[in-house]
């Protein structure tokens, strides 16, 4: 239920951040907006955040009147997270961009919450470094930690939960706080760093980031190949990790997949299920690592292994793979995605894809299967017509029961996109009620009038 503003607000909204408010339409949609299938909800103001302070002075003053803040980045977003649906502020921190420290000896990088990956790593770049968690999209870090992103990198170098070192957040009163260190071990107190990453902005607005880095290894080469079967490929995946082979990317398209990306980027990938591989080291090291590689695929029915050995052809391959959400789209013009975010317990991987195969072919919708199979983690795309609603409820209907049979092979809702909006109820089907109050409480606790990002992650 939309909280209507109180009279008065948002003329004191301007005095505490003068020059920072946008009522005009167009921005008004923009944040009312993510790349999900739930409809917009427009915010009631937007205030464009600058520095802590700016974040602070939001916060006391929405505390006060228990009016909604929902911290935004870039929109990116897949499960809803920034839609303000109980109406108030979206508290847009992607202007909060500055790099403000690196500190290569230490192989730490500290940042304003709104820097995004990419400039990061040009940045870094200039040191031999890297910040390693690539969800595909040019997010904000604030954004990557509030969600707990992930991506095609997680199987060698993990996750958000894995990289932020500390942070520096705004609870709803308008107190500043700060979690961990440089340090990269820490025993001290509770863990708040990762409490907060994940927590999708329902506990506190996240506005400095402490994050772990890494060198940039001698070579990285990347590799291809094809499989007669989607369970195959899921086979052949597991089996290079089960091996010991330290991959640093193992992702699986199937022939859909391949299909729209070759489409969209004006790749002439061969259209099949297809495994890409990618191998960082040393120029011996990442040719032994290729060629057991090679050999294990080789057992599982995979052909045309096929390397991508200068630095343009491997940017390519990854650019193209990072293209699968967008190419998938504009397969079917004018369609969105209901996107679905499993992982599992390796052993159970073949059987879940197989599952979502059988769900999915008698669905009005098309559909295509991608993700990162070495940890575990797949993505369907469910492209649906918006404006058929019976298309729509049937592709959520199956999301739903992929999520329930998912949940039983003991696996989890959401690997890397979050709860947001869709996936509350299966929540709590995968960690019980009792936990759940766990949650509540904690929400209670550091944000007692209910004002950040309401109506996520828990169920009202």
């Known amino acids: 239920m939309r909280r209507p503003l109180p009279d008065g607000f948002l003329d004191r909204l301007r005095e505490v951040v003068p020059g920072r408010i946008s009522l005009v339409e167009s921005e008004l949609q923009r944040h009312g907006t993510d790349e999900s299938s739930h409809p917009t909800v427009l915010p009631d103001a937007v205030v464009m955040a600058r520095s802590t302070d700016d974040v602070v002075a939001v916060l006391r003053l929405a505390n006060e009147h228990g009016v909604p803040v929902i911290p935004f980045g870039v929109g990116s977003s897949l499960e809803g997270h920034v839609l303000p649906v109980e109406g108030g502020i979206s508290l847009d921190i992607s202007g909060m961009d500055q790099i403000l420290e690196v500190r290569p000896d230490d192989l730490v990088a500290v940042v304003q919450a709104g820097v995004c990956r990419v400039p990061l790593n040009e940045r870094l770049a200039r040191d031999g470094l890297f910040f390693s968690v690539d969800p595909g999209a040019d997010a904000t870090l604030g954004g990557m930690a509030s969600t707990g992103a992930s ?6 170098y993990g996750s958000m939960r894995d990289n932020v070192l500390g942070l520096t957040a705004v609870r709803a009163d308008g107190t500043v706080f700060r979690t961990g260190t440089a340090a990269r071990k820490d025993s001290a107190g509770y863990d708040l760093t990762r409490l907060l990453v994940g927590s999708e902005g329902t506990l506190a607005v996240i506005t400095e980031l402490t994050l772990r880095v890494f060198g940039i290894p001698e070579r990285m080469s990347a590799a291809v ?19 010991g082979i330290p991959v640093a990317r193992c992702e ?3 022939a859909r997949s391949v299909e729209a990306v070759n489409h969209y980027s004006g790749t002439a990938l061969e259209v099949a299920p297809t495994l890409f591989f990618e191998f960082h080291g040393s120029d011996s090291g990442v040719a032994d690592q290729s060629e057991e590689t090679r050999l294990i695929v080789e057992e599982f029915g995979g052909s045309g292994f096929t390397w991508a050995t200068d630095e343009r052809s491997r940017r390519e391959l990854w650019h193209a793979r990072h293209n699968a959400y967008p190419a998938g789209l504009a397969s079917r013009p004018g369609s969105r995605s209901v996107t ?21 072919s008698d669905g009005p919708f098309a559909w295509s299967i991608l993700g990162h199979v070495a940890d575990g983690n797949f993505h369907a795309l469910l492209l649906v017509d918006p404006e058929d609603t019976g298309m729509v409820d049937a592709a ?19 690997g890397e996109h979050g709860i947001g909006l869709g996936k509350r109820e299966a929540l709590v089907e995968q960690v019980g009620a009792g936990t759940i109050e766990v949650m509540r409480a904690v929400k209670e606790a550091l944000d007692p009038r209910g004002i950040l990002n309401p109506g996520k992650v828990l169920l009202p």
Not at 151 to 156: E, N, S, Y
Not at 344 to 353: K, W
């Open 340 to 360: 679905t975010d499993a992982a599992v317990p390796l052993s159970r991987l073949p059987e879940a894809v197989e599952t979502a195969e059988r769900i999915f």
């Open 151 to 156: 991506g095609t990198t997680t199987v060698r």
């Open 396 to 414: 959520h209907r199956a999301a739903k029961q992929l999520t329930a049979e998912v949940i039983a092979l003991g696996g989890t809702c959401t």
């Open 225 to 243: 190949c094809t499989f007669p079967t989607l369970a195959a490929g899921v086979e052949a995946a597991i089996a290079v990790v089960r091996s």
């Open 252 to 254: 699986f398209l199937d």
